[in-house]
């Protein structure tokens, strides 16, 4: 099998992370590039880490290329700063950078979407996120695996406390046998089955995960 060529996106969020670890441990891929707004501390003899200004992105036309783009890229309105802030990272840069890799022939494109995503949808997150998940279906890949997870359970030093007691709650909940489709996940099995869903599904066009698909 050939040896593959990763690109990263949202290396330094809680998914994003765990998708880097697997990639480098990972011996069906060969080499693997992030591409980050500040700068991280890690090395590996398979890892190229190129620090951006995502708001150039024409000017790193040149590097993005390989096989696989998986994109982890997002933030909150409370991170970014807004809700323009947000739309910039969530939407424009995660769109631009796609379209980028789909002309220069790069084949596969997996996305970390929501759950709920609908470009529609009255509320401004899911929304946001099915409008990325509408464009980025018209652009040129071979295939495009849309993951559409519930509540995720980060990393124990990233987990908020707002946060902590919401996902105990769905938890709970969950074990009561309720809305089981909103079941937290932990970020590393999402991870895992991202990487593995891109190295097993040789099927072309778009594949969408929804939540029941994640825990299989």
């Known amino acids: 099998m050939k040896k ?3 690109l990263v996106l949202g290396a330094t969020g809680a998914t994003g992370k765990e998708m880097v670890k697997l990639l480098l441990e990972d011996s069906n891929f060969s080499k693997v590039s992030l ?3 500040r700068k991280i501390c890690i090395e590996h003899k398979k890892l190229t880490v190129h620090k951006i200004d995502f708001s150039k992105l024409s000017e790193y036309n040149s590097l993005v290329r390989g096989d696989i783009l998986f994109s982890a890229l997002g933030t909150t309105k409370l991170e970014a700063g807004g809700k323009k802030e ?3 990272v969530d939407y424009t840069y995660q769109y631009e950078f796609a379209k ?3 002309e220069n022939n790069i084949s596969h494109y997996s996305l970390v979407s929501s759950i709920g995503a ?3 949808s009255f509320f401004f997150y899911p929304r946001i ?7 980025v279906k018209s652009l040129s890949f071979n295939k495009i695996h849309i993951f559409q997870p519930p509540s995720l359970i980060r990393q124990p030093e990233l987990i908020r406390v707002v946060e902590k007691y919401s996902i105990n709650l769905l938890l709970a909940i969950n074990k009561l046998g309720f809305i089981r489709s909103l079941k937290p996940l932990l970020v590393k099995d999402l991870a895992v089955k991202i990487i593995n869903e891109s190295l097993i599904n040789k099927i072309e066009g778009v594949t969408i995960y929804k939540s029941k698909d994640l825990f299989n």
């Open 129 to 135: 996120k099915g409008a990325l998940e509408s464009s």
């Open 35 to 37: 591409f980050v707004r």
């Open 4 to 6: 593959l060529h990763a």
């Open 118 to 120: 609908n470009k529609h």
């Open 86 to 88: 947000q739309f910039l």
């Open 100 to 102: 980028i890799a789909s």
